[in-house]
C-alpha cells in the first residue's frame, strides 16, 4: 500500500527537541522531494518547508528558519524533522507529504500521511 | 506572501446538494498555481485539484475546480455521504507556499 507514516511526535518541555520521522511505503521515496506541513489547534495549515529528492536542497518557513532541520536517509525510505528549541506555539499536528515530480518539485503534495501530534507544554 | 481566504467558513447542506466552496487570492495566483484537498478526522488530506482544475487521480467527476488570477472555485455537484469534511485551498505559484483556513462542509 503507497503510504506515508509519521512518528516522534508527543510531549516536550519548551526550549527543548524533537525529531520526527516520515517512513514510506509502496515506492521508493528516494525518487521524490519531501515536504513537512503542520496544523495547530483550530488554525488552518502551514507549510514549514521541503528536502528535494536527493537531499541536497531545503527550503525553510521563515517561522522555523534556524530551529527546524529537514534530512533524508534513502535508504531506509525515510525523511525527518529535527525540532530544536521548541515554543509552546509549534503545538500541532505535523504532516509529511509527498512532491509529485520525480527529480523535482511541483510545491503541491499528491500523498500525505496521517500526522503525528507534538505538544509542547511546561 | 499572498494571503488566502476562503468562504464560508462553515457550510451546511444535505446529500444530493450543491456545493460551492471559494477561495479568494490577495493577489493573482501565478499560473493559477492552485491546489484543493479534502481532509477527514484522523485521516491523510486527500490531493483533488492542482492547477485549479486538474482533477487528481481517482477523484469522482462530481468535484469540479476552477477559477483565475485571485477567485477559485470547488464545486461537488451532488453531494454523497463521504463528502462531508474539511477542504482546503493551497497557492504554490509565489516563493513562500500558503493555505487557507479551510471550509467545513458539514451535513444540514
Known amino acids: 500500500q503507497v503510504q506515508l507514516v509519521e512518528s516522534g511526535g508527543g510531549v516536550v518541555q519548551p526550549g527543548r527537541s524533537l525529531r520526527l520521522s516520515c517512513a514510506a511505503s509502496g515506492f521508493t521515496l528516494s525518487s521524490f522531494a519531501v515536504h513537512w506541513v503542520r496544523q495547530a489547534p483550530g488554525k488552518g495549515l502551514e507549510w514549514l518547508g521541503v528536502?528535494?529528492?536527493?537531499?541536497?536542497?531545503?527550503y525553510y518557513a521563515d517561522s522555523v528558519k534556524g530551529r527546524f532541520t529537514i534530512s533524508r536517509d534513502n535508504s531506509k525510505n525515510t525523511v525527518y524533522l529535527q525540532m530544536n528549541s521548541l515554543r509552546v506555539e509549534d503545538t500541532a499536528v505535523y504532516y509529511c507529504?509527498?512532491?509529485?515530480?520525480?527529480?523535482?518539485?511541483?510545491?503541491?503534495?499528491?500523498?500525505w500521511g496521517r500526522g503525528t501530534v507534538a505538544t509542547v507544554s511546561s | 506572501e499572498i494571503v488566502l481566504t476562503q468562504s464560508p467558513g462553515t457550510l451546511s447542506l444535505s446529500p444530493g446538494e450543491r456545493a460551492t466552496l471559494s477561495c479568494r487570492a490577495s493577489q493573482s495566483v501565478n499560473s493559477n498555481y492552485l491546489a484543493w484537498y479534502q481532509q477527514k478526522p484522523g485521516q491523510a488530506p486527500r490531493l483533488l485539484f492542482s492547477g485549479a482544475s486538474s482533477r487528481a487521480t481517482g477523484i469522482p467527476d462530481r468535484f469540479s475546480g476552477s477559477g483565475s488570477g485571485t477567485d477559485f472555485t470547488l464545486t461537488i455537484s451532488r453531494l454523497e455521504p463521504e463528502d462531508f469534511a474539511v477542504y482546503h485551498c493551497?497557492?504554490?505559484?509565489?516563493?513562500?507556499?500558503?493555505f487557507g483556513q479551510g471550509t467545513r462542509l458539514e451535513i444540514k
Open positions: 493551497q497557492q504554490y505559484g509565489d516563493s513562500v507556499i500558503t
Open positions: 507529504a509527498r512532491d509529485p515530480m520525480t527529480g523535482g518539485w511541483y510545491w503541491y503534495f499528491d500523498l
Open positions: 528536502i528535494s529528492f536527493d537531499g541536497s536542497k531545503r
